[in-house]
Each structure stands twice: as C-alpha cells, then as structure tokens.
C-alpha cells in the first residue's frame, strides 16, 4: 500500500524557487527538470550551479527544456557548459514553421509547455511556474508533493525524454504516449495527468470537463489566458444554469493582449448564464488551478486556452483530497478578494468602440 501523498502549496514563486533549491541540494541519485521558460539569470543560475555539483557527486541530472520558451539559450556556450559539467540537456523542437510574436513572448503550436521537477524519484514539483527572475513577482501557484504520485511525474518526464531524442516531429511522439503501467504505485486521491496534441491524448481536457459536468455545488477557477473551447464554455454555462456557483478569475491585464480579449469576447454570454468573473488588478495572476465541490482540485501548467487544451503538451496535478482542495481553495478566495467583479452592467456600459477589439479576436480565438 503505496504511503499518503503529502504536499505544499505555495502562492510565491521566491517561496517556490527556495524550496526547489533546497531539495536539489539534497539529491543523492537523480534530478530531472522540464521546463518552458528558463533563463540562467541569478536564480537560474543558481540552480544550474546546484545541479552541477550534484551531478559532479554522482547524480544523474537531465534537463528537458522547451526551445521556444527557452529561446535564448537554444545554441548557446551554456548548453555545451552544462554538457561538460556532467548535466544532459535536450531541447524540446517541432517542425512547425509557423509562430506568432506577441511582447517578445514566441509561442509555436506542439511546445512543451509543462513544468516537472523530480529529485531522487522522491520528491516532485509542478504548477505554473517559470525559471526567470522578472517573473519573481507574478501570482503563481506551485506545489511540491511526495508520495506515490511522484512516480507518475517520473514516468510522465521519462517518455518526453525518450520523444525528445527520437526523429520526427513532436506530433508523431504525441501518439506514442503510453499510461503509467499498472504494476507502479498509485496514490487513489493524487494522479499526475497529461495533455498531448493528438486525438485520444488530450486527458486533461476531458479531465476538467467532465469534473464540471458532475459539480454539484462550486466551480472555482483561475487561469492567466481564458479563451477555451466550445465545449467547455458549454459546459460552464449548464453548470451555472444549474446553480452551480462558477467562479472565473483572469487578470485584469496579461502578458498577451489577444488573450485578454479573447477572454472579454466571452464574458456577456457566461455572465448571462449567472458566471461570475473577477479580474485580478495587481501584478500578473499567472496560476492554472480549478476547484470542484471541495472534493477536487487542480493545479499544473494547463491555461484555460485552445493551445493548452488542444496543441501543447500540459500536465496538472489531480487530486480527490478534501484536504488539498480546501487549502486550495482558501487560495482561490483571497485573491477574489483583490479582484474586482465584472458585472453585467459594467458590460452594457462599456462603449461599442471598446468591445471593437472583442469582436475581431472572435475570428482567431480558437487558435490563441
């Protein structure tokens, strides 16, 4: 019988970014990291340095980084640095040509855009954090787990690594994505689930509509980017007209213009439908969580957007615990209470010049 997942929560990317630190300090056998964005500023740095002396001790340490995310250091002396220290990297690529530019931020579809820390097998990390210090100050959510949960982030990490070194396109290695084999561990309240751009692999998506589709009481979620997809604002909308208490918080100004008003394109038919929308107005709120009835909980790299849902590779943590879902509740509840409520007739107030933006992102959204 596999030992009760234990876990922390943390509303701080420093929080986040220290206890991360300290864990690498105390690897013995492994370190593996797969991340979207890192940049080796003072605390990438930093945790490059950890794990070069680790690795120099024996531990096998295996970087898996996205190369759009991570840009600036595809080709870079650091990546053959890190490569005579002891540390293997790979660059997460597509064959994708196409991409868009938006405030210096490149994102291809197919990217890599979970984030996974595991140390001796042991001890896991994930959320929506980045490994960049300008971001220091956003409103993310991570959590570090242990238990037997962290065998599935292990295993999740592994099979990356594996279609990272094959030939062929991100695409192809999306359809050999195999489930965790029965005989591993598994914790019944904690499960690590993923998201793959192929038809058949896309759990997570079903994952969250069908928790929306059996709530009862609550929906509480927050997310950077909402521009979700039909069938998911379906569902939002029959939940509400069912008297679910569905909760949405976005920032009141992202990183990504287009998103933000893919966001607003959405907010006269879900607000109808009796959703509440909050727009967190302090620095970016950049955390992918969702509460279900107080009995399940989320919290990864998913955004509620049709590059999450649909063409990226994502993985959250899922969890039945009432515990978890409680604390991350409280979480939820103290940023709404920064947020200011979108209503309905705020909306009617607004100008028609200034709903112009909305109505012309209705032509693209389902591809941002």
């Known amino acids: 019988m596999p030992s009760p997942t234990s876990w922390t929560l943390y509303a701080s990317n420093e929080l986040a970014w220290q206890s991360m630190i300290a864990d690498c300090e105390k690897a ?54 890190l490569r005579k220290k002891g540390i293997e990297l790979l660059f997460w690529k597509t064959l994708v040509p196409a991409y868009y530019h938006v405030h210096n931020y490149r994102a291809w579809y197919l990217r890599n ?30 959590v570090r787990v242990e238990g037997a949960v962290v065998t599935s982030m292990q295993f999740a990490f592994d099979q990356m690594w594996r279609s990272a070194k094959r030939s062929g396109g991100a695409f192809r290695a999306a359809l050999k994505q195999k489930k965790l084999p029965a005989q591993l561990p598994r914790d019944p309240e904690f499960s690590y689930v ?11 998506h079903r994952t969250y509509v069908a928790a ?41 100004s992202s990183n990504i213009y287009a998103a933000d008003q893919g966001a607003r394109s959405f907010f006269d038919t879900l607000l109808a439908s009796g959703v509440r929308i909050f727009l967190y107005p302090e620095t970016l709120i950049h955390s992918k969580t969702m509460v279900v009835d107080g009995n399940w909980a989320t919290v990864g790299s998913l955004n509620l957007d049709a590059a999450s849902l649909l063409y990226n590779y994502e993985a959250n943590l899922v969890s039945t615990n009432s515990d978890f879902s409680k604390e991350l509740t409280g979480h939820f509840m103290r ?31 389902k591809f941002l």
């Open 335 to 365: 940023d709404v209470e920064v947020a200011k409520e979108v209503t309905i007739e705020d909306r009617q107030n607004m100008l028609f010049i200034e709903k112009i933006p909305e109505y012309l992102i209705r032509l693209v959204r």
């Open 113 to 142: 855009h979970r984030r996974t820390l595991v140390i001796d097998g042991k001890v896991g990390y994930t959320g929506s954090i980045c490994i960049r210090d300008i971001l220091k100050n956003w409103r993310d959510t991570n």
């Open 28 to 81: 013995t056998t492994s370190i593996v990291l797969e991340q979207f964005i890192f940049y080796p500023d003072e605390f990438g740095q930093r945790l490059i340095d950890v794990c070069t002396e680790r690795a120099a001790a024996g531990v096998k340490v295996r970087f898996l980084w996205d190369a759009i995310g991570s840009f600036s250091l595809t080709g870079a002396a650091t990546v053959e640095d």
């Open 212 to 252: 929306i589709r059996n709530a009862q009481k609550y929906i509480f979620i927050t997310t950077p980017y909402f521009v979700p997809t039909h069938r998911m604002i379906r569902v939002l909308k029959m939940a509400a007209h069912r008297g679910v208490d569905v909760r949405i918080l976005v920032p009141e």
């Open 194 to 204: 993923t998201n793959s751009p192929a038809a058949g692999k896309r759990h997570l």
